[in-house]
């Protein structure tokens, strides 16, 4: 029979393990004008994407940065591989420092078993391992971008690290926001990413 003290104890097992279980995946807040973006992140899936990122975020790098590029499939060519997301990092406001950031190590869609689905964010780069503080979020399902896929020429698809869990609807808001030529006009500024 449980006395209180065997509940008690019961219950601090369960709120440690529910504390465990929520450090695992940490989550980071990125806040713009139109609201609040909260993105899950897995770093036993893709631990050198998580661990890069998380560095960047931690020294302050993306304060004042910006979402710059809307990809919409209306506005694509009609034979090209389409695709739907917005990108953001320091390209637009603080490109020195970008640039003499390291390359991440690639890891793969299959490696990681992270599919590009809807809200899933990823980092943008030219070649393997080229990748450092630019990062896009999906929107819809992008196939295209996962290993094998057709958006890349060299198949090895883009490195996804985690997945919108809450402000799909801020990603949609920039997402529709004007734009020229693929640029948001005016740039969405990302005022801060922080971790929760």
């Known amino acids: ?48 994407t998580v661990k890069a990122f998380l560095r960047y975020v931690d020294s302050g790098y993306y304060t004042n940065s910006a979402f710059y590029r809307v990809l919409r499939d209306d506005e694509q060519p009609s034979n090209a591989p389409k695709s739907e997301l917005i990108q953001g990092g320091l390209w637009k406001t603080n490109y020195k420092l970008s640039a003499g950031l390291p390359g991440i190590k690639h890891e793969t869609t299959t490696q990681t078993k992270i599919l590009h689905k809807n809200g899933v964010i990823s980092m943008a780069r030219l070649e393997p391992g080229t990748a450092n503080t630019e990062f896009f979020i999906c929107v819809g399902d992008q196939p295209g971008f996962d290993y094998g896929g057709a958006n890349n020429a060299d198949g090895q698809g883009y490195a996804a690290f985690g997945k919108v869990v809450k402000g799909m609807n801020v990603v949609y808001n920039i997402y529709d926001a004007p734009e020229s030529d693929g640029e948001f006009d005016p740039l969405i500024y990302i005022f801060k990413i922080k971790r929760l």
Do not use: W
Request: negative net charge; hydrophobic residues 45%.
């Open 1 to 48: 029979m449980l006395n209180c003290r065997n509940l008690l104890i019961i219950f601090i097992v369960f709120i440690a393990a529910c504390k465990s279980a929520e450090n695992k995946n940490p989550h980071i807040e990125i806040s713009t004008k139109f609201g609040d973006i909260e993105v899950e992140l897995y770093p036993e899936q893709a631990p050198e």
